[in-house]
């Protein structure tokens, strides 16, 4: 069974830029949500989506974005990239709620960007 | 505000004795945990989880503890083996639909041969 997919892998972007990030969750998932690793900072909730709405949006500035289809496949983008956006980006899904379930939530490899 | 704390950065273990990672949470409202590994650059893999419900699920080597009235959990790998190398998070989640993971700020385990 194939996990969560993320492409690209790693990505250089100058500052002023916008990056677009893509992610494809294990087939049967509908829940997708981004987290953004930073050394400062750690792993940190950036938004999730369910049935191509967003559900939960953490607390990050309108330039973080991002979308679901009705494949369940999601995109993240951030525009006007700062150097503080350097991080690995991590694309997660998750089956729904169930007793057997719970909140299990599997992680892709990631999208290291590095801003400069 | 840190609602999930790993207070420890880093633990060394000999080879074959017990692992055992602790994880602190503020927020009572949290009703899922999991633990997860990761190396640097790659992904969390997804370790085991619990439900606020009980107290103690085991899953081969690994076995997570809750205690609720001190808001505490904690990992244990018995027996460790060099290849537990890695730094582990443990994360807390709402109950209901929502798919948000508030993660502690980790635990680099080295097991020692």
């Known amino acids: 069974k194939a996990g969560v997919t993320q492409t690209p892998r790693y990505l250089i972007k100058t500052r002023g830029q916008q990056v677009t990030l893509s992610c494809s969750p294990i087939?049967?998932?509908?829940?997708v949500s981004w987290y953004q690793q930073t050394p400062g900072q750690g792993l940190q909730f950036l938004f999730e989506y369910f049935s191509e709405t967003q559900r939960n949006k953490g607390n990050f500035p309108g330039r973080f974005s991002g979308r679901q289809f009705s494949n369940s496949r999601s995109e993240m983008n951030v525009s006007t990239l700062e150097l503080g956006d350097s991080a690995l980006y991590l694309c997660?899904?998750?089956?729904?709620?169930?007793?057997?379930?719970?909140?299990?939530?599997?992680f892709g490899e990631g999208s290291w960007l590095t801003v400069v | 505000d840190q609602q999930v704390k790993q207070n420890s950065p880093s633990l060394s273990v000999q080879e074959g004795r017990i692992s055992i990672l602790n994880c602190d949470y503020t927020?009572?409202?949290?009703?899922?945990f999991l633990w997860y590994k990761k190396y640097p650059a790659e992904g969390p893999t997804f370790l085991i989880s619990i439900s606020s419900i009980k107290d103690k699920n085991e899953d081969g080597r690994f076995t997570v503890f809750l205690n609720k009235s001190a808001k505490h959990l904690s990992l244990h790998i018995v027996p460790s083996q060099p290849g537990d190398s890695a730094v582990y998070f443990c994360?807390?989640?709402?109950?209901?639909?929502?798919?948000?993971?508030?993660f502690g700020s980790g635990t680099q385990l080295t097991v020692l041969p």
């Open positions: 087939s049967g998932h509908r829940s």
């Open positions: 927020n009572s409202m949290f009703d899922y």
């Open positions: 994360a807390a989640a709402l109950g209901g639909s929502a798919r948000q993971l508030t």
């Open positions: 997660a899904s998750s089956l729904p709620w169930t007793a057997s379930s719970g909140n299990t939530i599997y």
